[in-house]
């Protein structure tokens, strides 16, 4: 009984891999048909070897423009919640002041309002500002965030104090105990946090959609958005768009997955 539990584990795990693989296996062979096949029904599943989709690609969309905009955000993002809220994690999760525990509640409660809410006022600031189709309208507002803090709090919170205690007992301050000890031991949970947030800066859609309307000043999300026309859509190009735009996300995560699956691990064990 006990030979059998692994194989049916592994099983359910292989099954449950391919599922996930599904959609992305779609993308690539829709991605190489003529928009004739891509729309037939029922649906063929042998791709057509349509290779010149992905050069088409870099015709209908400012592609390398919109790339480095993308690669921009996503990592002005990244830098800003990893310096900013591991530097607000620490401070919750280590120093005594009045007030600490209501002033997390409220950054905790920051997560249970749906971010539509905040779009108005973030565009008449950044319209005030003169930001309007410029880089830093899309990374400023993601520079922070709430979720960030108490992922990172979580991690701080699981750290031995008495490395803490011995740094202060060597006359070191609190902004030397938090940039030479406890960053370096946080690696694992700055790593998840800024996966997460590359991720989410990504795929983000909506607020680069909003406040950027000039072609060359999108990023990839809101650029393949683009392709899709009110009566028509190219289906093969948007598929071979969106398979150009993954794949440096996808590289990102195969290269840390180690340390992100172990920050997340670690993530919520004590506190």
């Not at 292989?14 to 599904?22: D, E, K, N, P, Q």
Request: hydrophobic letters at 55%.
């Amino acid at each position: 009984m006990s030979e059998r539990r692994p194989i049916g584990t592994h099983a359910v795990l292989i099954a449950s891999s391919l599922a996930m693989m599904a959609p992305f296996a779609w993308q690539v062979i829709t991605s190489l048909k003529t928009l004739s096949s891509a729309t037939a029904v029922p649906p063929t599943f042998l791709p057509e070897g349509r290779w010149d989709n992905y050069a088409k690609v870099f015709d209908l969309l400012p592609f390398g423009a919109q790339f480095l905009n993308t690669v921009l955000m996503a990592a002005g993002r990244v830098t800003g919640q990893v310096l900013f809220c591991s530097m607000a994690a620490y401070a919750f999760a280590r120093l005594r002041f009045p007030g600490r525990n209501v002033l997390f509640a409220m950054f905790l409660s920051v997560l249970m309002v749906p971010p539509q809410l905040f779009v108005i006022p973030q565009y008449q600031i950044m319209s005030s500002l003169g930001w309007l189709n410029s880089l830093q309208a899309i990374i400023v507002p993601g520079l922070f965030s709430a979720f960030g803090v108490f992922l990172l709090r979580q991690f701080f919170l699981g750290l031995p104090r008495e490395i803490e205690e011995a740094a202060r007992l060597d006359g070191a301050g609190p902004v030397r105990i938090y940039w030479s000890i406890m960053m370096p031991l946080a690696r694992p949970g700055l790593v998840a946090l800024a996966v997460l947030t590359l991720l989410w800066a990504w795929n983000d859609l909506f607020w680069p959609l909003v406040v950027n309307t000039d072609p060359d000043k999108m990023t990839l999300s809101a650029g393949l958005a683009a392709l899709q026309g009110q009566y028509q859509t190219d289906y093969p190009i948007l598929m071979a768009g969106s398979l150009l735009a993954s794949l440096p996300v996808i590289a990102v995560f195969v290269f840390l997955q180690r340390q992100f699956i172990q920050g997340i691990a670690h993530t919520g064990s004590k506190g």
